[in-house]
């Protein structure tokens, strides 16, 4: 399995900016996550092919993530984005026990 994210880069703090990732098959569910320096890698948000979504508390009213299973894709929505939004984010898709990990892509909200 391969995943293929792109959207990352630089945004000001109440900006927005989308984030994408392509599997190269569909999965029974596909996220984000992210890590920062000196913290553990984080569920950021995850969506399942059915279309439940779940969002960490920081992103919640924020972040809108959307799954496209004829594309096999999974997109989040950045919206009001904060300096501490900074991290690596980092795709994901699953597929029943097992979990596959995209590059990860930069993000840096500057205040």
């Known amino acids: 399995v391969q995943l293929q994210a792109s959207g990352g880069g630089l945004v000001q703090a109440g900006g927005s900016l989308t984030l994408s990732c392509i599997a190269s098959?569909?999965?029974?569910?596909m996220g984000w996550y992210r890590k920062t320096p000196g913290k553990e890698r984080e569920l950021v948000a995850i969506?399942?092919?059915?279309?439940?979504?779940t969002y960490a508390d920081s992103v919640k009213g924020r972040f809108t993530i959307s799954i496209d299973n004829n594309e096999n894709k999974v997109s989040m929505q950045m919206n009001s984005v904060k300096p501490e939004d900074t991290a690596i984010y980092y795709c994901?898709?699953?597929?029943?026990?097992?979990?596959?990990w995209g590059q990860g892509t930069l993000v840096t909200v500057s205040s």
């Open positions: 969506i399942t092919s059915g279309g439940t979504a």
């Open positions: 994901s898709a699953t597929y029943g026990l097992e979990t596959y």
């Open positions: 098959s569909s999965a029974f569910a």
